[in-house]
């Protein structure tokens, strides 16, 4: 196990040997990575707040899109039932305006013949 009177010993034989530029290099190169630790930190933390908010966070916006299409799904059925009501009444409403015109007609041929072949 090295003493520390060693480990001083191998720094400043590290020192003499790197000339003073590249140790400022080093330190600079140091400070950029923390630097952008810290930035890459900031924007994590902003992403899991985007991600997490509980009033506005994409995972509550995506569970509220889910509970709407689930329910919109169990009323799938209900609405095939009403669109099958719907038909059927426009069918019926179609036989009706059939029937009524028929009646109509028969009414006017009936009015016009004795109008004009009774007598």
Known sequence: MATNKEILEQIEDLRKKMPNGELTLL????DDLQNGQKELKKDIRD????????????VIRVNKNSDV???????????????SHIRN???WQFGVNKALW?????TISLIVKL?????
């Open 69 to 83: 299409r689930k329910y919109w799904e169990t009323r799938n059925d209900d609405v095939e039932s009403g669109f």
């Open 89 to 91: 009444l426009l069918n």
């Open 102 to 106: 028929i009646l109509f007609t028969a």
């Open 27 to 30: 330190a600079k190169s140091v």
């Open 115 to 119: 109008a004009f072949f009774n007598g």
């Open 47 to 58: 992403l899991k707040k985007q991600l997490l908010d509980p009033d506005d966070g994409v």
